[in-house]
């Protein structure tokens, strides 16, 4: 098969990593990749939501398989002229892709299939917003337990979570009247704050047949102990303590199946990776949000784990056989992932640092380093963005995972680079406060 993979970050570099393992690939391209993906494939010099120029590339090139790593080309329609032109698109059409592009049209498919998730309301312009609040929570200032999200893709700058009236009120304020999130910010959603352990528990479908994948973490704040703002995602491990297999059937039976039925009830089949962020609250796992394609950094952790072809369950799920595959075969072994940043991620950050110890790192057992922000220039691996590396390892468990995780990790250097210190932490104080 002769496949592109659509993407530059380290999830693409785990997908080209896992596809390039497949006996029946022929050649892969990545577009436009980074300095990994140029490991395992060809990097092609297109954007990927250069919709037009990655038809064309696919065209000349006899592409069999597009696989589609990011929201934006989903969301602007990829899959679906690729689909007119005949050309194989693992990932959602356009109208399924609104599920992540629009808080909105998430919250009203919840609501249609009766799917556990934050009380919420919506609404077009700000005034009504804060009048809204304040008839809520007349008089209680400090204590305003509410999350304003801006309705289109911010790179995930649009959720804002709130303890006061005052943050509530200001968020309304950047979203309503500053425009600070241009079109994206309006209309906006006002819902309930939850409180519990945040898991991504993601799943692939055909619209019919849904495979769920081992549920994994995220460390989305930027420092230890989850301190500090919110970033793509500072590492991952899966599979998570916090999911047994009792949950993780509850979380297909209540939350997977009820959307995806009603997605293909509403002429809008999904087809591809559904991203159930959920919180476990004390009464059951509710949906933060939905994502339509894989989570990164959730990606790297959960395809090292994976022993099947990759290509195979891809391809089924876009001819709509899934339940013709086996199942796939997991590693029995968790796996974790550090991701490695530019001195001032997730604010303004420095770029064009050289990495050195790529090749030390990728000499510790189990260890896979993932490109995220990396290009080459002048023979030497440069920085090029805010997250720069995913230091991903297997281990026997997950404390042998962390440990090789950061023996990788301390092989690499550039200037100003730095990780959290913690990642997987809070699964092993979940296990001691449970046994
Ligand atoms: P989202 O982009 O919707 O996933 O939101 C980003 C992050 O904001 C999530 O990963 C949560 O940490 C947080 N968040 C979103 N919605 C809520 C909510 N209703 N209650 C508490 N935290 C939330
Ligand atoms: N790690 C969170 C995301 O991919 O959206």
Not at 284 to 312: A, H, T, W
Not at 344 to 370: M, Q, W
Request: proline share 6%; hydrophobic share 40%; aromatic share 6%.
């Amino acid at each position: 098969m002769r496949v592109l993979v659509v993407g530059n970050g380290g999830r693409e570099h785990a997908l080209a990593w896992k596809i390039s393992q497949s006996p029946r690939l022929k050649r892969l391209w990545i577009a436009p990749g980074n300095a990994g993906t140029a490991l395992e494939g060809e990097n092609v010099d297109i954007a990927s939501d250069d919709i037009a120029g990655i038809v064309a590339f696919c065209k000349k090139e006899s592409v069999d398989l597009v696989v589609v790593g990011p929201e934006l080309p989903l969301s602007l329609g990829l899959v679906d002229v690729l689909a007119k032109e005949k050309i194989k698109a693992f990932g959602p059409s356009r109208a399924a892709a609104q599920l992540e592009a629009s808080k909105v049209t998430c919250k009203l498919l919840l609501r249609q299939a009766d799917v556990p998730t934050a009380e919420y309301q919506s609404f077009r312009d700000a005034d009504s917003a804060m009048r809204y609040v304040k008839a809520r929570y007349p008089g209680e200032r400090d204590k305003t337990p509410l999350v304003v999200k801006a309705d289109g893709l911010a790179s995930g700058k649009g959720v804002i979570v709130c303890s006061r009236r005052e943050q509530v009120l200001d968020a309304i304020d950047r979203m309503g009247r500053k425009n600070e999130f241009g079109k994206a910010g309006l209309p906006m959603v006002i819902e309930e704050r939850l409180e519990g352990q945040e898991v991504s528990v993601l799943a692939i479908t055909d619209g019919r047949t849904i495979l769920p994948l081992p549920a994994a973490q995220d460390h989305k704040a930027a420092y230890d102990g989850d301190q500090g703002p919110n970033t793509g995602g500072m590492g991952a491990y899966s599979p998570t303590p916090v999911i047994d297999e009792e949950l993780l059937a509850t979380v297909e039976d209540k939350i997977l199946i009820p959307s995806i039925h009603t997605m293909k009830r509403n002429r809008k089949p999904f087809r591809g990776v559904l991203y159930a962020g959920l919180m476990l609250t004390p009464t059951g796992p509710k949906v933060l949000e939905y994502n339509v394609r894989f989570g990164d950094p959730e990606c790297q952790p959960i395809l090292m784990r994976l022993k099947s072809d990759l290509l195979d369950i891809l391809e089924a799920t876009v001819d709509g056989r899934l339940d013709e595959i086996d199942t796939p075969i997991w590693d029995p072994r968790p796996s974790i992932c550090v991701v490695m940043a530019s001195a001032g991620y997730p604010g303004e950050y420095t770029v064009g640092e050289e990495i050195t110890g790529l090749e030390a790192a990728a000499n510790v057992p189990d260890v896979k380093v993932f490109h995220a922000g990396t290009s080459r220039k002048d023979g030497k691996v440069v920085t090029t963005g805010g997250r720069v590396l995913g230091v991903t390892a297997l281990g026997e468990s997950l404390a042998n995972a962390k440990l090789n995780a950061y023996k990788g990790v301390q092989a690499i250097r550039w200037p100003g680079a730095w990780c959290r210190k913690d990642i997987s932490d809070k699964a092993s104080a979940f296990v001691r406060s449970n046994s």
